[in-house]
């Protein structure tokens, strides 16, 4: 069974950096593709960043500049440094875990970042 567990989450103030590791245990397959995604309170859950398996990465907008997605496929890890954090940033961060054949979606369970102002 696939378990995916962040860390690295927590309080900083704006301006401030924090890294989010994501390791994931029970992988049995090698094609796959990692992502974060982020949910503030009272709004929908959103894409910030991916990687495929090519190691090519995306970013939503308002973190381009600011954020760096990469992977680790040997050791089944994603991280996301975040900088120059801002307030808007906070939410609860989720690994995403998505294998490629017989595609299939994996979940962490989330990891609390807060940027105060």
């Known amino acids: 069974q696939v378990q995916l567990v962040e860390s690295g989450g927590g309080l900083v103030q704006a301006g401030g950096s924090l890294r989010l590791s994501c390791a994931a245990s029970g992988i049995i397959f090698s094609r796959k593709a990692w992502a974060w995604y982020r949910q503030a309170p009272e709004k929908q859950r959103e894409l910030v960043a991916s990687?495929?398996?090519?190691?090519?990465?995306d970013y939503v907008d308002s973190v381009k500049g600011r954020f760096t997605i990469s992977s680790d496929n040997r050791a089944n890890t994603v991280y996301l440094q975040m900088n120059s954090l801002k307030p808007e940033d906070t939410a609860v961060y989720y690994c995403?875990?998505?294998?490629?054949?017989?595609?299939?979606?994996?979940w962490g369970r989330g990891t609390q970042v807060t940027v105060s102002s």
């Open positions: 990687i495929t398996i090519g190691g090519t990465t």
């Open positions: 995403n875990l998505q294998r490629l054949i017989n595609p299939t979606n994996y």
